[in-house]
């Protein structure tokens, strides 16, 4: 049961903007660590541009579970985990953090924010305090007040694309993402990752 | 033409290297070493291993096909390189079970290789195997003094014993962080309780306490959660080994036989609470975490060791015969703890949910069953009751309900 990444983004046209994320790429091999931190930038980034403003959505990605918050101002939130870990409880964090986020940052700042500029810290202890649910989240077995119904679920991150949109295409492109990561993508993309020797 | 020489110089210093890795690079830059070390962490770019790889695989099958000689440094060197990139290489273990055998390679080398290799290939078989060996023949080296008598104790493991074991707890634990599910891992933890640990009930309620954590967080673990089912089993079947001891030693009590007079005092077990208290944990993570069908899996093989518990209290300390076992799910069971020669066939494997086959000699023993019994059955009830009343999920809905028809077939 694991949190990966929690993100602060605002849904600019075209583009979304990354104004703040913690990440806990503890649990990957050292070496895959950087990359893996790139590609969740890469896909929070993606899942925003494509979702629409005043939505939730789940988008399922191999044992990835992204969950996306888009507010009606534009802003936005991104926590990717894994399988196990609750939706409900997810999708609590990011409206808490978004709120939190609105009154410690001018409204001004966000379309034009970096995280290097944006003054907000409270990302990293968050993301820490939530990877255990029930320790963060005690009433989480009460029944939340959102309605689950209203959220999106999307089985692959190929279903968030337009037609003909490749992630491959995607991804080579990426200024996000460095060449060791793209290399990294084109590999495990080539074979089932848990016989590779290479 | 690089020469695995680089490589073993940095590996050579195995002990404090704690992960290896590749590093996607197709490209080699500038000529230098493919090898890059950080903070203990030994990494191989990508692109040096389709020389090295294929280099060092021939020199081995050139060594083992007599066509060259290579001494047994060289054969250290060789193996080590090949099984840090491909660990399921046979050829490469048998080596160095050679060397091993001839007393050439310190046999905790491997032990150190094994864990290395765990860090990037957690399920590997043939390291699994390999270790399973190594273990056995550091056993078999100490074998005088694995076991001591202490005292009021009866029979437990010798300290040095129990470092080793705890050291295999650690590795598989990691090993199952790092792949879900990891059966290979689990396998390995439930056979080292059984063969190394001789079941002792001390280290089994140790492992189920230090554990419950690492569950709570893994909850779709399926290997996880089959491992403390197995405790429990284990648990169950040692106090019945120990209590049906004291009442054969009561009967026939020899003077100088320790275990009749001094009464085995190891922890007293209190099955029921246990049980008990391992349905109480899986209500509480149900409930939490809606949709899981693991948690729903587990809750079955707990009822049904408490069904079966209440069944045979408190006159039936005749022995579990395969007769009594449904589905043959209690192959594991020792009465008779094994010994180290025994063959190290994996007896995990007969550890199945509770078969249908077994209902038919269950059924026969539900109709004598005390009220209790009915009494836990309807508690389940009601459990599934609330669950299905308050549930959105409907992953969750479904599972209660094919709990609760699996519950109908047991008592018919």
Same mark, same amino acid.
């Given at each position: 049961?694991?949190?990966?990444?929690?993100?602060?983004? !605002?849904? &600019?046209?075209?583009?979304?903007? =990354? #104004?703040?994320?913690?990440? %806990?790429?503890? $649990?990957?091999?050292?070496?895959?660590?950087?990359?893996?931190?790139?590609?969740?930038?890469?896909?929070?980034?993606?899942?925003?541009?494509?979702?629409?403003?005043?939505?939730?959505?789940?988008?399922?990605?191999?044992?990835?579970?992204?969950?996306?918050?888009?507010?009606?101002?534009?802003?936005?939130?991104?926590?990717?985990?894994?399988?196990? !870990?609750? &939706?409900?409880?997810?999708?609590? =964090? #990011?409206?808490?953090?978004? %709120?939190?986020? $609105?009154?410690?940052?001018?409204?001004?700042?966000?379309?034009?924010?970096?995280?290097?500029?944006?003054?907000?810290?409270?990302?990293?202890?968050?993301?820490?305090?939530?990877?255990?649910?029930?320790?963060?989240?005690?009433?989480?077995?009460?029944?939340?007040?959102?309605?689950?119904?209203?959220?999106?679920?999307?089985?692959?991150?190929?279903?968030?694309?337009?037609?003909?949109?490749?992630?491959?295409?995607?991804?080579?492109?990426?200024?996000?993402?460095?060449?060791?990561?793209?290399?990294?993508?084109?590999?495990?993309?080539?074979?089932?990752?848990?016989?590779?020797?290479? | 033409?690089?020469?695995?020489?680089?490589?073993?110089?940095?590996?050579?210093?195995?002990?404090?290297?704690?992960?290896?890795?590749?590093?996607?690079?197709?490209?080699?830059?500038?000529?230098?070493?493919?090898?890059?070390?950080?903070?203990?962490?030994?990494?191989?770019?990508?692109?040096?291993?389709?020389?090295?790889?294929?280099?060092?695989?021939?020199?081995?099958?050139?060594?083992?096909?007599?066509?060259?000689?290579?001494?047994?440094?060289?054969?250290?060197?060789?193996?080590?390189?090949?099984?840090?990139?491909?660990?399921?290489?046979?050829?490469?273990?048998?080596?160095?079970?050679?060397?091993?055998?001839?007393?050439?390679?310190?046999?905790?080398?491997?032990?150190?290789?094994?864990?290395?290799?765990?860090?990037?290939?957690?399920?590997?078989?043939?390291?699994?195997?390999?270790?399973?060996?190594?273990?056995?023949?550091?056993?078999?080296?100490?074998?005088?003094?694995?076991?001591?008598?202490?005292?009021?104790?009866?029979?437990?493991?010798?300290?040095?014993?129990?470092?080793?074991?705890?050291?295999?707890?650690?590795?598989?634990?990691?090993?199952?962080?790092?792949?879900?599910?990891?059966?290979?891992?689990?396998?390995?933890?439930?056979?080292?309780?059984?063969?190394?640990?001789?079941?002792?009930?001390?280290?089994l309620l140790d492992e189920l306490s230090?554990t419950k954590?690492?569950?709570?967080?893994?909850?779709?673990?399926?290997?996880?959660?089959?491992?403390r089912?197995?405790l429990l089993?284990?648990l169950?079947?040692?106090?019945?080994?120990?209590?049906?001891?004291?009442?054969?030693?009561?009967?026939?009590?020899?003077?100088?036989?320790?275990?009749?007079?001094?009464?085995?005092?190891?922890?007293?077990?209190?099955?029921?609470?246990l049980?008990?208290?391992?349905?109480?944990?899986?209500?509480?993570?149900?409930?939490?975490?809606?949709?899981?069908?693991?948690?729903?899996?587990?809750?079955?093989?707990?009822?049904?060791?408490?069904?079966?518990?209440?069944?045979?209290?408190?006159?039936?300390?005749?022995?579990?015969?395969?007769?009594?076992?449904?589905?043959?799910?209690?192959?594991?069971?020792?009465?008779?703890?094994?010994?180290?020669?025994?063959?190290?066939?994996?007896?995990?494997?007969?550890?199945?949910?509770?078969?249908?086959?077994?209902?038919?000699?269950?059924?026969?023993?539900?109709?004598?069953?005390?009220?209790?019994?009915?009494?836990?059955?309807?508690?389940?009830?009601?459990?599934?009751?609330?669950?299905?009343?308050?549930?959105?999920?409907?992953?969750?809905?479904?599972?209660?309900?094919?709990?609760?028809?699996?519950?109908?077939?047991?008592?018919?």
């Amino acid at each position: 049961m694991k949190l990966y990444s929690l993100s602060v983004l !605002y849904k &600019s046209e075209p583009k979304a903007v =990354l #104004l703040k994320a913690a990440y %806990d790429v503890s $649990s990957f091999s050292f070496f895959q660590r950087s990359s893996v931190q790139e590609f969740m930038t890469f896909t929070s980034e993606l899942i925003v541009e494509r979702s629409a403003k005043g939505s939730r959505a789940s988008v399922k990605e191999q044992e990835y579970l992204c969950h996306v918050y888009v507010r009606n101002d534009s802003l936005a939130g991104v926590v990717i985990a894994d399988s196990e !870990y609750p &939706s409900r409880v997810a999708f609590t =964090l #990011l409206e808490k953090v978004l %709120d939190e986020f $609105s009154e410690q940052v001018d409204r001004i700042d966000w379309p034009v924010g970096t995280p290097a500029t944006i003054q907000y810290t409270a990302l990293d202890g968050h993301l820490s305090r939530y990877q255990n649910p029930r320790e963060a989240d005690p009433m989480s077995k009460v029944q939340a007040e959102l309605d689950e119904t209203k959220i999106i679920l999307h089985n692959t991150m190929e279903s968030l694309l337009e037609r003909g949109e490749k992630l491959d295409d995607l991804v080579s492109k990426s200024e996000v993402l460095g060449t060791q990561s793209k290399a990294f993508y084109k590999t495990a993309r080539k074979q089932n990752s848990c016989c590779a020797i290479m | 033409m690089d020469d695995p020489c680089c490589f073993q110089y940095t590996v050579l210093k195995e002990k404090q290297r704690d992960e290896i890795g590749l590093i996607p690079c197709p490209e080699a830059r500038y000529n230098r070493s493919p090898i890059v070390l950080v903070e203990n962490k030994l990494g191989v770019e990508s692109w040096c291993v389709k020389f090295l790889l294929p280099y060092v695989h021939n020199k081995l099958l050139l060594y083992r096909t007599r066509k060259q000689r290579l001494n047994k440094d060289e054969l250290i060197d060789v193996t080590c390189t090949l099984l840090l990139l491909n660990p399921d290489f046979t050829t490469a273990w048998n080596v160095r079970k050679e060397l091993i055998l001839s007393g050439t390679l310190n046999p905790v080398k491997d032990l150190h290789l094994g864990k290395l290799a765990l860090t990037k290939f957690p399920k590997s078989p043939e390291t699994w195997i390999h270790r399973r060996w190594v273990l056995q023949q550091l056993i078999q080296e100490a074998s005088l003094s694995s076991f001591v008598t202490k005292g009021n104790l009866g029979i437990v493991p010798a300290e040095r014993t129990q470092r080793i074991i705890q050291e295999e707890m650690e590795v598989c634990g990691e090993a199952a962080g790092r792949y879900p599910s990891n059966y290979n891992a689990w396998s390995h933890r439930i056979w080292v309780l059984q063969h190394l640990a001789k079941l002792d009930i001390k280290i089994l309620l140790d492992e189920l306490s230090s554990t419950k954590q690492w569950a709570s967080m893994h909850i779709s673990d399926h290997s996880g959660f089959h491992y403390r089912q197995f405790l429990l089993k284990s648990l169950i079947s040692q106090t019945a080994v120990d209590s049906s001891v004291l009442e054969q030693n009561s009967l026939r009590s020899k003077p100088k036989d320790e275990e009749a007079t001094d009464s085995v005092e190891e922890p007293r077990v209190n099955l029921t609470h246990l049980l008990e208290k391992e349905v109480e944990f899986c209500t509480d993570l149900i409930d939490s975490y809606p949709g899981h069908e693991t948690l729903w899996c587990h809750r079955r093989h707990v009822f049904y060791l408490q069904h079966r518990l209440s069944g045979r209290f408190p006159h039936s300390l005749t022995h579990l015969s395969p007769a009594d076992c449904p589905g043959g799910t209690l192959n594991d069971l020792h009465l008779i703890p094994t010994s180290p020669q025994e063959s190290q066939a994996m007896e995990v494997d007969g550890l199945n949910e509770s078969s249908k086959q077994g209902y038919s000699q269950e059924t026969k023993r539900l109709k004598r069953t005390p009220a209790s019994d009915s009494l836990g059955l309807e508690m389940e009830h009601r459990f599934i009751d609330q669950v299905l009343s308050t549930c959105r999920n409907a992953e969750q809905a479904r599972y209660a309900n094919a709990y609760r028809r699996w519950l109908v077939t047991l008592s018919q």
